[in-house]
């Protein structure tokens, strides 16, 4: 009872659902999914992300949450203590710590491109630059050994000083105030792209599917894009979860942190392909349409200045409360099972971090031979963290639950001891113990065969 004590948790509800939004809405909402978006069709894209969302996401971010608040624990220690003794499922939070940490390590390497492309708005550095001179820029500084690690280090050293404040006076007094600022700027650049000449056809690109674009590399592409966006398999909503009051309601909780994630995708869906089309950008430009064409639309509309400089500003934010809970994961292990201090945990976290994460950035420069499967090391950690770790892990934890957690403990813990009607529980539960082992498996294999 005395560790309970000393575990520091949310102190209210509102604090809850901006940290655990805040995890799930990242660069993989504002950076990432328009990317993928715009590579697989669209509106097709849209239609199956959407349903692996409602059929699988929701279901699993609540299990997720369950897993840690039942626990108390973090991920390693959440599965050996719900195992019953029963040895080798706590390899499942090993994957999840592994994989936060691996995702953490490339993942700042483009939140180090976002604080940089802050600075360069703040100068007026895009003014009057054409894309080709705007994307040469942008490859010269990638292939720069200090600046780029420069902001990395920066990025880093602002993610550690939130962590090493604790979770109500660090993670969540934080997410309060950058949540919300996150979502009047996405108000404001949503508003201004819609007003562009020919943006209807953006919308056309987004909302109108064509089904016949839907095939396996589209399946594989939506499952990847809603683990990594919803921050599954990765450990953080378990570590989250461990966080959240028994009082709080689960299920509300989950639906919400899923639902804002998956607006959140939309909506920089809306700001960005009704620009690309009302300035005859392809949709599928994939990252150098946020750091090269959207700058350079952005200065050729009225008070393009300011939405150049909101829209990175969005862009640090998402990317900072993601990191967040990606080095919380990392922290709270080495606090638990290493019996570290905070402090000392988020040094030693953040350090080994930005070691990899040099590594992942000198590997995209174009003389570089630092490769992963004949990948750069950047894109060899995004592959296996996405299309493997992360589904692995989503797929042995739903297997945990729907088999080897005993179902009353399941129930019991959505209704918060029977004090919840949740009638939601019975569909999550069936969900979780045939639906999902399933649908993740059968695209998986797809995947390798692909």
Same mark, same amino acid.
């Given at each position: 009872?005395?560790?309970? !004590? !000393?575990? +520091?948790?949310?102190?209210?509800?509102? /604090?809850?659902?901006?940290?655990?939004?805040?995890?799930?809405?990242?660069?993989?909402?504002?950076?990432?999914?328009?990317?993928?978006?715009?590579?697989?069709?669209?509106?097709?894209?849209?239609?199956?992300? $959407?349903?692996?969302?409602?059929?699988?996401?929701?279901?699993?971010?609540?299990?997720?949450?369950?897993?840690?608040?039942?626990? @108390?624990?973090?991920?390693?220690?959440? %599965?050996?203590?719900?195992?019953?003794?029963? !040895?080798?499922?706590?390899?499942?939070?090993? #994957?999840?710590?592994?994989?936060?940490? $691996?995702?953490?390590?490339?993942?700042?390497?483009?939140?180090?491109?976002?604080?940089?492309?802050?600075?360069?708005?703040?100068?007026?550095?895009?003014?009057?630059?054409?894309? &080709?001179?705007?994307?040469?820029?942008? *490859?010269?500084?990638?292939?720069?050994?200090?600046?780029?690690?420069?902001?990395?280090?920066?990025?880093?050293?602002?993610?550690?000083?939130?962590?090493?404040?604790?979770?109500?006076?660090?993670?969540?007094?934080?997410?309060?105030?950058?949540?919300?600022?996150?979502?009047?700027?996405?108000?404001?650049?949503?508003?201004?792209?819609?007003?562009?000449?020919?943006?209807?056809?953006?919308?056309?690109?987004?909302?109108?599917?064509?089904?016949?674009?839907?095939?396996?590399?589209?399946?594989?592409?939506?499952? /990847?894009?809603? %683990?990594?966006?919803?921050?599954?398999?990765?450990?953080?909503?378990?570590?989250?979860?461990?966080?959240?009051?028994?009082?709080?309601?689960?299920?509300?909780?989950?639906?919400?942190?899923?639902?804002? +994630?998956?607006?959140?995708?939309?909506?920089?869906?809306?700001?960005?392909?009704?620009? &690309?089309?009302?300035?005859?950008?392809?949709?599928?430009?994939?990252?150098?349409?946020?750091?090269?064409?959207?700058?350079?639309? %952005?200065? @050729?509309?009225?008070? /393009?200045?300011?939405?150049?400089?909101?829209?990175?500003?969005?862009?640090?934010?998402? &990317?900072? #409360?993601?990191? $967040?809970?990606?080095?919380?994961?990392?922290?709270?292990?080495?606090?638990?099972?290493?019996?570290?201090?905070?402090?000392?945990?988020?040094?030693?976290?953040? &350090?080994?971090?930005?070691?990899?994460?040099?590594?992942?950035?000198?590997?995209?420069?174009?003389?570089?031979?630092?490769?992963?499967? /004949?990948?750069?090391?950047? +894109?060899?950690?995004?592959?296996?963290?996405?299309?493997?770790?992360?589904?692995?892990?989503?797929?042995?934890?739903?297997?945990?639950?729907?088999?080897?957690?005993?179902? @009353?403990?399941?129930? *019991?813990?959505?209704? *918060?001891?029977?004090?919840?009607?949740?009638?939601?529980?019975?569909?999550?539960?069936?969900?979780?113990?045939?639906?999902?082992?399933?649908?993740?498996?059968?695209?998986?294999?797809? @995947? %390798?065969?692909?």
């Amino acid at each position: 009872m005395a560790e309970k !004590k !000393k575990r +520091d948790h949310f102190g209210s509800k509102i /604090g809850i659902i901006a940290a655990a939004v805040g995890s799930a809405v990242g660069l993989g909402n504002i950076y990432r999914f328009p990317c993928m978006a715009g590579e697989n069709g669209g509106g097709a894209f849209l239609i199956v992300y $959407l349903g692996i969302v409602l059929a699988l996401g929701l279901p699993m971010i609540a299990s997720e949450f369950m897993i840690g608040r039942r626990a @108390q624990k973090n991920p390693v220690g959440a %599965f050996k203590a719900l195992a019953s003794g029963a !040895k080798g499922w706590s390899i499942i939070g090993y #994957t999840g710590v592994l994989c936060g940490f $691996l995702i953490l390590a490339f993942y700042t390497t483009v939140a180090g491109w976002t604080l940089e492309s802050v600075y360069k708005s703040v100068i007026n550095y895009y003014h009057g630059k054409d894309l &080709a001179t705007i994307e040469q820029g942008f *490859n010269d500084s990638i292939n720069l050994t200090f600046r780029p690690l420069l902001w990395q280090a920066v990025f880093i050293f602002i993610s550690a000083f939130v962590i090493a404040k604790g979770i109500s006076k660090g993670i969540e007094k934080y997410s309060k105030i950058l949540m919300p600022t996150l979502t009047v700027i996405l108000i404001i650049l949503c508003v201004k792209s819609l007003m562009l000449p020919g943006a209807f056809e953006g919308l056309k690109f987004l909302f109108k599917p064509d089904f016949s674009k839907i095939n396996d590399q589209v399946l594989i592409s939506a499952l /990847g894009q809603a %683990f990594f966006s919803m921050s599954l398999g990765m450990g953080a909503l378990i570590t989250y979860g461990s966080y959240i009051s028994k009082e709080d309601n689960l299920v509300t909780t989950s639906l919400t942190v899923g639902l804002s +994630d998956t607006f959140v995708a939309i909506l920089a869906g809306i700001i960005i392909f009704p620009a &690309a089309f009302s300035f005859g950008i392809q949709p599928e430009a994939g990252p150098s349409l946020a750091f090269n064409t959207l700058p350079m639309l %952005f200065n @050729q509309m009225k008070g /393009g200045y300011l939405f150049c400089l909101l829209f990175f500003i969005l862009l640090v934010i998402a &990317a900072w #409360t993601s990191a $967040l809970s990606l080095l919380e994961v990392i922290v709270s292990y080495l606090i638990e099972e290493l019996k570290l201090s905070r402090r000392k945990a988020t040094i030693y976290s953040s &350090a080994g971090a930005f070691i990899i994460s040099i590594l992942a950035a000198l590997s995209l420069h174009n003389d570089s031979s630092l490769t992963i499967f /004949g990948l750069t090391i950047f +894109d060899g950690l995004d592959k296996i963290t996405s299309m493997v770790m992360m589904t692995l892990g989503g797929l042995f934890t739903v297997i945990f639950l729907g088999w080897k957690v005993k179902r @009353q403990d399941f129930e *019991n813990e959505f209704t *918060n001891g029977g004090t919840v009607n949740m009638r939601l529980r019975k569909i999550f539960y069936y969900i979780i113990k045939f639906i999902a082992p399933a649908a993740i498996a059968v695209i998986m294999v797809s @995947q %390798f065969i692909i």
